[in-house]
């Protein structure tokens, strides 16, 4: 029997078993944190360009959850989840698979060890590979966000009614075309490379810490947990504001103008929507559903990077094993 060299049974993953592993770990964590999203979504549209706020329908993150429970069950705090799945699949796949990639390439593109933490390498890879993601997947975040905004009891917001998110699709596309499909494209870029900027840097940061100085041990799951909160935090902090702009550029209503091409009839791009926001609700309209949003991200990536590090742990013993096995 010979031994497997330690470069053939240690090397990294590949970018698509990254893909793979980042998919399963974000499908688990969209799993709890959808109810969160739906409340943070319906919060950011109510009183939306209104200067006193407009009629109140929820007060809070709890009271959304609390109504839509009450009035359309657990179909209403799970509104969307279906196209959350799949979205989830290609942005975190792609955010988790491509990287690490993205970040080696960087390094040796500058002379540097590809396995070297460079603070400014981190951050471009994380906004890259998260546009990357946000690009593959708006469609699904388009529709998403608008079944999470439906409320046949207590809407805010404009409301489209979709039986599915298959219908969802073929409606849009019969209704606008292509161009319909890839609505808040800027914003789903701007925002996903917000959060992505600083999301993987900071969970690596935070373990790194944690290990060099021997507060933790690697690979526990409590660094794994730490981490992810911490990286949470700032994810919250830094996209917030996009992610207002987002949703609100998804949900507005649409017109067909002179061209024969659909519009938004409130805001032209991510920018326009922000400024209108900040002009007439002031920098709180940003951060609506900032609570319901913190809700969502900090479980949210908790699950997701910790599922992510144990998955891709038990996926290379298993490799490993394979390699061993095959070298009987």
């Known amino acids: 029997m010979t031994t497997p060299s330690p470069t053939k049974k240690n090397r990294p993953i590949s970018t698509t078993e990254g893909f793979i592993c980042g998919g399963l770990a974000a499908s688990i964590a969209v799993t709890v944190s959808n ?3 739906v409340a943070k979504t319906r919060l950011q549209l109510q009183g939306e360009l209104t200067k006193s706020g ?8 709890i009271d959304v959850l609390a109504k839509t429970w009450r009035n359309e069950g657990i179909r209403g705090i799970q509104r969307g989840l279906p196209p959350a799945y799949a979205y989830q699949i290609l942005l975190n796949g792609s955010r988790l698979g491509f990287y690490e990639p993205f970040r080696r390439g960087i390094n040796n593109f500058i002379g540097r060890p590809a396995d070297e933490q460079i603070t400014a390498t981190s951050v471009i890879a994380g906004a890259t590979s998260g546009a990357v993601g946000a690009s593959l997947g708006n469609p699904l975040f388009l529709i998403k966000a608008r079944m999470q905004a439906y409320s046949p009891i207590l809407p805010v917001g404009a409301q ?9 699709l073929t409606t849009i596309f019969r209704a606008e075309g292509a161009r319909g499909l890839v609505r808040g494209m800027d914003a789903a870029i701007l925002r996903t490379s917000m959060g992505s900027s600083v999301q993987l840097p900071s969970y690596n940061w935070t373990k790194t810490q944690l290990v060099k100085y021997d507060i933790m041990p690697a690979n526990s799951t409590w ?27 998804y949900n507005q209503p649409t017109i067909i103008g002179p061209d024969g091409r659909s519009r938004g009839t409130l805001y032209r791009n991510p ?3 922000l400024w209108k926001t900040f002009k007439i609700e ?47």
Request: with cysteine.
């Open 223 to 249: 660094t794994f947990l730490v981490s992810s909160s911490v990286s949470g935090a700032c994810v919250c902090l830094v996209m917030q504001p996009a992610d207002t702009a987002l949703t609100r550029m």
């Open 271 to 273: 920018i326009d929507c």
């Open 160 to 168: 489209h009614n979709y039986k599915s998110a298959f219908d969802a």
């Open 35 to 37: 109810p969160a999203e």
């Open 54 to 61: 407009g009629k109140k329908v929820y007060n809070n993150a």
């Open 282 to 328: 002031g920098v709180r309209g940003w951060y609506k559903g900032s609570t319901a949003h913190f809700l969502r991200i900090a479980p949210h990536t908790v699950i997701t990077l910790t599922a992510n590090d144990i998955i891709v742990n038990l996926y290379k013993a298993a490799r490993d094993r394979g390699l061993s096995d095959d070298d009987l």
